[in-house]
């Protein structure tokens, strides 16, 4: 089974070189401590941050560089600041190719609940409405169950929480499996070190997929 910084060394493997890529709040934002030193990728950040690196080490942080959830960052050589109009602006117009967000919920056809729970106070959506519904390639890392319901599954034939956004979600990377959205369902590429099919099958309440011999993810 996976932590949150594996899903995030899993994740850092569907990055390529020369991607433009935004990464969401939570387990997202480990991935770019994580990819690759050989290949070159410009991470951006909606509230107006290109060129995002690794977190800071202790004692070096800068409280006025920070990413779209408040936590301090790094920067690389060449990193550009502007507005929030100019951010959004590349989100729209597609010019990021992977978008790396956590999720609350996921169902079978690929609709993603995300940014609110019923009753609970938030601040807003945040740029997620805008990401899902331009982004290409969205890959979601979340957690397989909630701990909190016992045990129950996050994957779901349909969303019971409010929606971020609809049929836009192409891969989940749980700590459990990575998994592709199809238009029959989830699809089971590869399992967490130490997990069964059937451990995997009995935590996934959505249609899955399960063809032939299922490889063990490779992490480092």
């Known amino acids: 089974m996976l932590d949150k910084i594996g899903i995030a060394k899993r994740i850092a493997k569907e990055v390529k070189n020369g991607y433009y890529v935004n990464l969401g709040i939570g387990i997202p934002t480990l991935v770019a401590n994580y990819v690759r030193n050989d290949i070159e990728v410009e991470f951006q950040s909606e509230n107006?941050?290109?060129?995002?690196?690794?977190?800071?080490?202790?004692g070096e942080e800068?409280?006025?560089?920070?990413?779209?959830?408040?936590?301090?960052?790094t920067t690389l050589p060449g990193a550009s600041f502007f507005d929030s109009?100019?951010?959004?602006?590349?989100?729209?117009?597609?010019?990021?190719?992977l978008t790396i967000l956590g999720?609350?919920?996921?169902?079978e056809n690929?609709?993603?609940?995300?940014?609110?729970?019923?009753?609970?106070m938030v601040k807003g959506m945040g740029g997620a409405?805008?990401?899902?519904?331009?982004?290409?390639?969205?890959?979601?890392?979340?957690?397989?169950?909630?701990?909190?319901?016992?045990g129950e599954s996050?994957?779901?034939k349909r969303c019971s929480?409010?929606?971020?956004?609809?049929?836009?979600?192409?891969?989940?990377?749980?700590?459990?499996?990575?998994?592709?959205?199809?238009?029959?369902?989830?699809?089971l590429l590869e399992r967490a070190p130490g997990i069964s099919v059937e451990t995997i099958k009995k935590a996934t309440e959505g249609s899955l997929i399960i063809e032939g011999n299922i490889p063990e993810m490779v992490i480092d």
């Open 48 to 58: 107006g941050v290109l060129g995002m690196g690794p977190f800071p080490f202790e």
């Open 62 to 73: 800068d409280a006025d560089i920070i990413n779209a959830g408040k936590q301090t960052i």
């Open 85 to 97: 109009a100019m951010s959004f602006s590349m989100i729209r117009g597609k010019h990021v190719d």
């Open 103 to 107: 999720a609350m919920e996921v169902a």
């Open 110 to 120: 690929g609709d993603i609940a995300n940014w609110k729970i019923p009753k609970q």
């Open 129 to 150: 409405m805008d990401l899902v519904s331009s982004a290409e390639n969205i890959i979601v890392a979340m957690m397989h169950t909630n701990k909190a319901g016992a």
């Open 154 to 156: 996050k994957l779901l």
């Open 161 to 187: 929480l409010p929606l971020t956004g609809v049929g836009c979600v192409k891969k989940i990377v749980t700590n459990l499996a990575v998994i592709e959205v199809t238009k029959n369902g989830f699809k």
